[in-house]
């Protein structure tokens, strides 16, 4: 290594006399972007879009008068132009490239596919070409990590150094990793790997119409999406069933089967439900980490009243039946505007926030009393450092670890958690979809042969929950030294060691 | 670096000690809801620290060292008292007055495991002072032969008459000469001045072509070879140091903001002997290379006698003697200071010399002894005068008895032993004549005399244990056993206090100026009437021979 350790230059300045490698990853990165800049830009528009709507629908609620829906409009008609440019933007695996809807016509000819290839076939590509993309963008990303530590960071090591060896030694926190990967791909590229699209197979049915050959007739005709989706429900006997990996009467392919009435694709449903989950998700974990983080510190570094108070305010909500108070929170505001925003997610994110927060803070109460106990919080004070500063620069990151291990531990048990109201008939309303919903719809159906309603939900809630407990647990042991024997130098509240 | 000694040298020659502590207390605990019991850590203290001077304080774990040093940097709030630096009482600081003051004075600590943040870079660590106190602020000093009024505009702002400016502007001649201190990684030619005279006044704007973040790196590195360290070592982190290292990375932290005062709370204890010889002659010589004053906290007596200028002495909140190291190490006036020298062990094994060793524990700073704070464990407490010529061991076990009494009277009485004493049952003392027994035999136990088991009845073994004390002390030592065995034990503590208690444990010492240097003790001993501490300890050394 031939790190010349005089120079006092900034990143910018190291990057200046050094510009390859940084060059070379630029130049990938704009490169991945550009392929899939329609999806991103999707993606963006369909969140800021969701709340910018929410706040519109919000407003006018609340202010009313009439300034208000103008103001509405103006977001609407933004947001239009928006998913206008969005979807006008090139994209190199997206649905209109890789088309997988269309029809067979009796020569055993594809219409409408891609290359004329069964809709199976085009969907599988589309899917690996979706999830190969992601994995590469990552890849890069972390090639990007590697070529700052290897030209351009100045230290030769640092404690995250350990950390990241031990997480990438660590098989069950790599599995949950892969898991969690999976899990967010679906979610950000939901209208890409759908078979169907939400606004055709949820939202708005009737406005599309579809072709098939009516082999009655003997020539192509067109169906609303909403009349092909009645007939092609599952409704538990054999001749009213799509099941896995089945085509339906329309030639279209449902790799996970239908719903019941009316017949929506269920894999569509669980992609665009993906969302709804991990935005609730991690909006609430979001906020639970945050209440806990910043009265973790403060109560650590004053002590005294401040803990009294939080230990109250948080024994109070522990007292509280957790589910019942959801329930109750759903249904006070299922006509309030709050309970309005992505159809009550919002009001459940901040409720689950709220419930959450006070076993997190508790969690990391332990680990913030012992760091504010460290004598470089002391020193700090010595030389005047501001109590703020003190705690971001000298206690956060010794509890970070702590919040990211309880936060990915803790995701699942929202998800879980929301399923189980909108199982319930609380939580998010129709139509957006949450996986809660489809477990409900099934689980009349569970000895039928339209098992797969409710099942596949099941399953997929279980794998996702089990991979951000896994990643947790990689986390955990990556985070402390003692996990791998030999080295106990870095980590979380180092101990002990000597001269 | 010497001449910048000679330059600020004239700001610190001014009259008085740099640090002047007038009766200090620090309590902990206080403010209960329901009337408190504080922990009494320094308990009122008074002392000065000359400027370049290094004060030694020692004493056993928990004699509140440590709090008395930090209450000296602020770092915990004095319950009572004042500590005056350069003549401002500190305590009443606060805000930027106290941000600013810091700058003056800071602190080393102990354990260097603790007391540098392991996420840090050793650079970022002994920038985060200057980052803080958003140094160099480029206090202009502008020397005007007319000496008119000067105002400061730009970069710069205008130096404080006592402190020794970044920049200095020498108006004599046609042209301004500008220096800068030595401090500052910048030469002059990085200053640009622009001055504008009017006949009474003179306004001065600087500005400096260096930006404030190459200083302070340029500062940190010069830091880090100040203290022996090297520059590359400024993107390591503590994990990559040894022991000595990192204490080395402390020192270097603590000087960042140029302090006059700092205090080094035990600074090579937690490093190996190997290492602690060059920690100390480290700070030996940033002392004399910064002129800095040093409160050297301690507890080992080697040490000490090898840096300090005067030595404190200190038990249970208190300073027991205070003065010139030699002074003190060679002929120690008050009876804790020649406990505790007595415990230093001879290289020599040969010397036959006496060693005195101390009973038991220190007490409680909750709940501290009436009197002298060292008179329930010293070996040479005045006794009342008919007791004045009773045997060794029989003032040692009713001192051993006394002792056993207060343990138990502080001792908190759990939910179990109040429902027992409401019960009427026993609370733990139906031993007590075993107790008796071991601490009157003079070998522990009655079983050498003779006494049968058979007969051994409580009184048969009480009679039998206070055999052996002298009869002058038999009788009110029985009655005070007979109290506690009928469940009095606080008559009994209070009858053993009225018959064996005398100046020791009822009315506080004086500090008493005990040598012409100035030294004092606190000890009864030194007043008229009664014999001096060493002459006291010869006695005590020969009866037990």
Redesign the interface.
Known sequence: MSKT??Q?KSLGERILAQPGPALVWVLGLLLLCALEMGAIAEMTVAIVGGLASSFAAVATAVLGGPVMPSIAGTIAGGLESATTIAAGLPDLVSRSVIPNQGYQTPDGVWHGTFLGLEPKYAWLLRVALVYGYIFVFLWWLWRGYRAYVDHYR??????RDDMVRRLRSHSWGKFGLVVVICFVGMAMFAPTISPSTGEQNMYNMNAYDIQYYNSDAGSVEEISVLQANFQSASQGSGSQNVGLWQYDDFDRFHPFGTLTSPGQDLFTFMAYGARISLLVGSVAIGIALALAAGLGMITAYYKGLADLTVVFVSDTIQSLPSLLVLMLASMVFSHHWLGKIYNGGLLLAVMFGIVYFPNMWRSIRGPALQVAE???V?????????SSTTMR??ML??ILGYLLIYGSMSIGGVIIGTAGLTFLGFGINPPIPEWGRAISMGQAYVTTPAWHISLLPGLLIVVVVTGFNALGDGIRDAMDPESEGEDT??GVG?T???? | MSELLEEDSPTRTDDGPLVEVNGLKTYYDTGGLFGSNPVKAVDGVDFAIDRGETLGLVGESGSGKTTLG?TL?Q?ESATEGEVLFDGTDVTTLSGSD??NW??EA??V???P?????????IGEIIR??LD??GWPNFSVAVNDPDDRSVSVSGDGTRAEPNDAADITVELAGAAPTIAVRDALAMTADSVDVSVSEQSSSVSVSVSVAVSKD?LR??RV?ELLETVGLR??H????P??F???QRQRV?IA?SL??EPEFVVLDEPVS???VS?QAKILNLLDDLQSEFGLTYLFIAHDLSVVRHICDRVAVMYLGHIMEIGETEELFQNPENPYTYSLLSAIPEPDPTADRERVTLRGTPPSPRDPPSGCPFSTRCPVKIRPKEFRDVDEHTWESVETLREILREREDREMGVRDHAKALLGLETGFEDFVDVAEEVFTRNGSLDAKGVETAERTDAARIDGALDDVDPVAREPLKEAIELVLADKETQAHELLIETFESDCGEQSPEHHTVSDSGRTSYCHRHRTEFDDTAVAFDDLLSSAE
């Not at chain 1, 100045?154 to 404690?159: C, F, R």
């Not at chain 2, 495991?113 to 392991?118: I, K």
């Open positions: 350790v005089t006092t100045t230290a030769d090591w640092t404690p460290e004598e470089w002391d020193a700090a004070k010595s030389y005047g450092q501001r620069k000298h990151p010794y130098s870095a180092a002990g060691g000597g001269a | 930090r940097v770092l106290l941000k810091r700058r800071q602190i600590f102990q354990d495991e603790s007391s540098l943040n392991h996420r840090m870079t985060e002072p803080v106190h190459q790196r340029a590195r520059e590359e400024y993107y390591r982190y994990h990559q040894s022991g000595g402390g932290r960042a903001l937690a490093l190996d290492v």
